[in-house]
């Protein structure tokens, strides 16, 4: 099976419109020599959308036809006309002039566009030889399961006021309290100090169930433990048990606890107001499944909309492969 573009007549008209012509052709090409869509962004299916300068929207659409894949270049809009309007009133689900395409965009038009070309798109990428397909399995498989590792999560709470300059000034000795919680005893809302400046000090849940620290909110002087109480709740509550899932769902973000010892990388993070390293449980099921030790786990399909994980458990694959290389 091998992936083609085939540009409608209306889009080649948009294009010249806009003194794109080049420019679309020379991305049907790209495309055609990767042998993939991801060149496109993500966006609503069934289309595909590809941003330009000046505006310029291309918008395509994904076909199979018999045992090959085409990508239809549909229009080119810019963005701020009426018609890239109206495609968007109607949840990018109909492309203004598309219903005037059904001759062309026959099946058996497209075949025969297909059978014309004279110049065949690349083969299909090549399946991983014998020795590539050991590599890809074996840099998981012995490896220790590092996604149900220990969290530190951070509450909105803490996220806001980490950041006021009483604290952001001080963020070094904030990590030796940190630490402690991890081994922690105590049960419920815990506070710790740290030790070169008794003055500052954290509060805290420690939730050895689920193998996390939920951190509350630095402070100053005397511990502001009504208001934690009155804003988390059953968070901070000794008798409420919580799940891994839950957890997270309560944090503003969270990481694994090793990262603290990474000062600078945790210093990062803390003026950071929106990242999260940690993982859901779909995300823990998807990483584990490239872990079948019976050299199943790939090819491994990740799908989602934007903001899904994605790029994150890509990074933590590459991370595991390139330790394991190293």
């Given at each position: 099976?091998?992936?083609?573009?085939?540009?409608?007549?209306?889009?080649?008209k948009?294009?010249?419109k806009?003194?794109?012509?080049?420019?679309?052709?020379?991305?049907?090409?790209?495309?055609?020599?990767?042998?993939?869509?991801?060149?496109?962004?993500?966006?609503?299916?069934?289309?595909?959308?590809?941003?330009?300068?000046?505006?310029?929207?291309?918008i395509?659409?994904?076909?199979q036809?018999?045992?090959?894949?085409?990508?239809?270049?549909?229009?080119?809009?810019?963005?701020?006309?009426?018609?890239?309007?109206?495609?968007?009133?109607?949840?990018?689900?109909?492309?203004?002039?598309?219903d005037?395409?059904e001759?062309?965009?026959?099946?058996?038009?497209?075949?025969?566009?297909?059978?014309?070309?004279?110049?065949?798109?690349?083969?299909?990428?090549?399946?991983?030889?014998e020795?590539?397909?050991?590599?890809?399995?074996?840099?998981?498989?012995?490896?220790?399961?590092i996604?149900?590792?220990?969290?530190?999560?951070?509450?909105?709470?803490?996220?806001e006021?980490?950041?006021?300059?009483?604290?952001s000034s001080?963020?070094?000795?904030?990590?030796?309290?940190?630490l402690?919680?991890?081994?922690a005893?105590?049960?419920?809302?815990?506070?710790a100090?740290?030790?070169?400046?008794?003055?500052?000090?954290?509060?805290?849940?420690?939730?050895?169930?689920?193998?996390?620290?939920?951190?509350?909110?630095?402070?100053?002087?005397?511990?502001?433990?009504?208001?934690?109480?009155a804003?988390?709740?059953?968070?901070v509550?000794?008798?409420?048990?919580?799940?891994?899932?839950?957890?997270?769902?309560?944090?503003?973000r969270?990481?694994?606890?090793?990262?603290?010892?990474?000062?600078?990388?945790?210093?990062?993070?803390?003026?950071?107001?929106?990242?999260?390293?940690?993982?859901?449980?779909?995300?823990?099921?998807?990483?584990?499944?490239?872990?079948?030790?019976?050299?199943?786990g790939?090819?491994?399909?990740?799908?989602?909309?934007?903001?899904?994980?994605?790029?994150?458990?890509?990074?933590?694959?590459?991370?595991?492969?390139?330790?394991?290389?190293?």
């Amino acid at each position: 099976m091998s992936l083609y573009v085939y540009t409608t007549q209306q889009c080649a008209k948009d294009a010249a419109k806009q003194n794109y012509t080049k420019i679309v052709q020379d991305f049907a090409k790209e495309v055609e020599a990767s042998q993939r869509s991801d060149r496109f962004e993500p966006f609503p299916p069934p289309h595909l959308k590809k941003r330009f300068e000046r505006q310029i929207r291309l918008i395509a659409s994904k076909r199979q036809v018999g045992e090959h894949t085409v990508i239809i270049f549909l229009r080119v809009f810019v963005r701020s006309g009426p018609e890239y309007k109206q495609f968007k009133d109607t949840k990018w689900k109909n492309v203004p002039g598309v219903d005037k395409m059904e001759e062309e965009l026959a099946d058996g038009r497209l075949l025969a566009y297909i059978e014309s070309r004279q110049d065949p798109p690349p083969p299909p990428p090549a399946a991983p030889n014998e020795e590539e397909d050991s590599y890809l399995h074996s840099a998981l498989a012995p490896a220790a399961n590092i996604y149900h590792d220990s969290h530190l999560c951070e509450t909105h709470l803490w996220v806001e006021r980490i950041q006021q300059r009483e604290f952001s000034s001080r963020l070094s000795a904030f990590v030796a309290p940190i630490l402690d919680t991890i081994e922690a005893k105590d049960e419920g809302l815990s506070e710790a100090r740290c030790p070169t400046d008794k003055d500052f000090g954290i509060l805290f849940r420690r939730i050895p169930e689920s193998n996390m620290v939920i951190l509350l909110t630095p402070f100053r002087g005397k511990p502001p433990l009504e208001e934690v109480r009155a804003k988390f709740g059953s968070l901070v509550d000794a008798g409420t048990p919580f799940e891994h899932e839950q957890a997270l769902q309560k944090a503003k973000r969270a990481y694994s606890h090793d990262l603290i010892l990474n000062e600078d990388a945790w210093f990062d993070i803390q003026k950071d107001s929106e990242g999260s390293m940690a993982l859901s449980l779909e995300e823990v099921e998807v990483l584990e499944s490239a872990r079948d030790s019976q050299g199943h786990g790939f090819p491994l399909f990740i799908n989602g909309r934007a903001g899904s994980g994605k790029s994150t458990i890509l990074q933590y694959l590459f991370s595991e492969y390139l330790y394991h290389h190293l």
